[in-house]
């Protein structure tokens, strides 16, 4: 059964994530900001960073709308942009905080899938 109203999890979930979509779409509008990820990763980790941002941003607003490709985009996105941490020989641990905060999205996105439409 498909039910219209959206869980208090996937709304938290969808506001945290629209905002930080926003910031890092934002911070990739700072000249000096992408400058040093370009310096510091190159020009191609930079627009896989930037097309993995938008297509996190779409999957967001398919979950707040409680449509299931939502999740299957955000699950997808979350995935890729652990492949171009690993393969980009980042300093940074791929196993962080946010990249736990992360998988936290596709587990309540796909225990509501039911929900979803």
Do not use: D
């Amino acid at each position: 059964m498909v039910s219209s109203e959206r869980p208090l999890s996937i709304s938290i979930l969808c506001i945290l994530a629209f905002a930080g979509a926003t910031l890092a779409t934002l911070a990739f509008l700072i000249p000096n900001t992408r400058q040093v990820l370009i310096m510091r990763f190159g020009y191609g980790y930079f627009v896989a960073s930037i097309v993995l941002t938008i297509s996190y941003f779409i999957g967001v607003i398919g979950c707040w709308q409680m449509r299931k490709w939502g999740v299957y985009v955000i699950t997808a996105a979350i995935i890729m942009g652990f492949v171009a941490k690993l393969t980009s020989h980042s300093p940074y641990n791929v196993w962080t905080i946010r990249s736990a905060l992360g998988l936290l999205f596709p587990i309540v996105g796909f225990a509501n899938l039911r929900k979803m439409t």
